[in-house]
């Protein structure tokens, strides 16, 4: 609705470890085949954080690009907010790490839902930046689960990959950025996909504590069921709350876990496979920087309009979800400096 306050993405930019793991070099490692992981992932390839990178380095990387694009520097944006699962430290937040390398005062915290932290975070700036609170908010999707993956284990190691993805919000009046907001989780599931013994919880006898080793856990059929109801069901409801119809959508960016998922998302939407964005393929699970990253893909491939109405759709440990409708552009956010000095910078 035009007057009421808006949070327009008018940056966006994503950052990936050099490194490629394909499945031929996973075949070495573990008993799987190229064949399998296609045909039941649809994966082909992802990037493993080198010793080089950090959950730092790229969202730094990321962010940069982003504040790049929308013509502005670190100390003009009012908040950061980081979704993560894999800071690199627990004290201090990822955000304040991003900060250090930034620069300027904002405020700074992360979010933790996983591979929905993304839009879960998305969420959250665009509701400090509609409630007039703040003017400009980035956010960043971004994780190294590669660090918690058992190379061992054929069942988790061939689907995770590293990145990082951000986007900036900026105020305006036009009806464009997040227009509806479904987050939902069923912490009943938490057991489905976690990573155990990386907190402040320690087990009463010391005997326990191999069990507690630091690798990611996935009950993956369990998951699996999961993820294609409720990536269906939660961007159908995006859609349905932002008073659209499925016609309306113009491009879904789904999180990129199983391409089978993403397959049956869009069946849910009935939207033709050139209206879903699909890069599992190169990098594989990044969980939380997955929908950030298909956005920057998106948009360089020149598939993004001046009013677009696109799905964000994410699912993944808590278990949790989380989709949005998303207007694409920039129109009505004033790029003039008196103008930003006027909303009160
Ligand atoms: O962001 C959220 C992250 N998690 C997910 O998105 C996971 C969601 N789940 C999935 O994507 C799928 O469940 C998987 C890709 C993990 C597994 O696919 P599936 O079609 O559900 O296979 P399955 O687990 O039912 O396993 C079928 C067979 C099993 O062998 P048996 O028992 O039939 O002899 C597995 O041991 O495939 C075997 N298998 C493999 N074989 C070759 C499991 N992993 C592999 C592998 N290579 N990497």
Redesign the pocket.
């Known amino acids: 609705m035009a007057g009421t306050r808006h949070a327009a993405i008018t940056g966006w930019g994503m950052a990936m470890p050099d490194r490629i793991l394909t499945n031929a070099d996973?075949a070495e490692m573990?008993?799987?085949?190229d064949e399998?992981?296609v045909s039941?992932?649809g994966i082909r390839e992802r990037r493993i954080a080198g010793t080089q990178d950090t959950t730092t380095s790229l969202s730094v990387g990321a962010a940069r690009q982003a504040l790049d694009r929308a013509g502005i520097t670190a100390d003009e944006i009012d908040l950061i907010i980081v979704g993560t699962c894999t800071p690199d430290q627990f004290l201090v937040s990822q955000a304040c790490l991003v900060q250090a390398e930034l620069g300027g005062t904002a405020g700074a915290f992360d979010l933790g839902a996983?591979?929905s932290g993304f839009v879960y975070a998305l969420a959250t700036g665009s509701q400090f930046v509609q409630t007039g609170l703040h003017n400009r908010v980035l956010v960043i999707g971004v994780d190294t689960l590669t660090r918690f993956v058992d190379y061992t284990d054929?069942?988790?190691?061939?689907?995770?990959g590293d990145g990082a993805g951000a986007v900036v919000l900026e105020a305006t009046d036009e009806e464009r950025g997040l227009l509806s907001t479904v987050l939902g989780a069923d912490g009943a599931g938490n057991k489905h996909?976690y990573i155990p013994g990386w907190g402040a919880f320690v087990p009463e006898s010391a005997e326990l504590f191999p069990e507690y080793r630091p690798y990611l856990q996935?009950n993956?059929?369990e998951?699996?069921r999961f993820?294609v109801r409720v990536m269906g069901d939660a961007a159908a409801e995006a859609v349905e709350q932002a008073g659209l119809s499925f016609a309306d959508v113009d491009m879904l960016i789904p999180?990129q876990?199983?391409l089978?998922?993403i397959d049956a998302a869009a069946r849910r939407l009935d939207l033709p496979r050139d209206k879903v964005w699909v890069n599992v393929d190169r990098y594989g699970?990044t969980?939380a920087a997955?929908v950030p990253i298909a956005l920057c893909e998106a948009e360089a491939a020149g598939k993004l309009a001046e009013g677009d109405n696109l799905v964000f759709v994410?699912?993944?440990?808590g278990l949790s979800w989380a989709a949005g409708v998303v207007r694409w552009g920039t129109e009505g956010v004033c790029r003039d400096p008196a103008c930003r000095s006027r909303r009160g910078r």
């Open positions: 996973l573990v008993e799987t085949s399998w992981i039941r992932t996983a591979c054929r069942t988790t190691c061939v689907l995770f996909l996935m993956g059929n998951v699996f993820a999180h876990a199983n089978r998922i699970n969980s997955s994410a699912f993944g440990g």
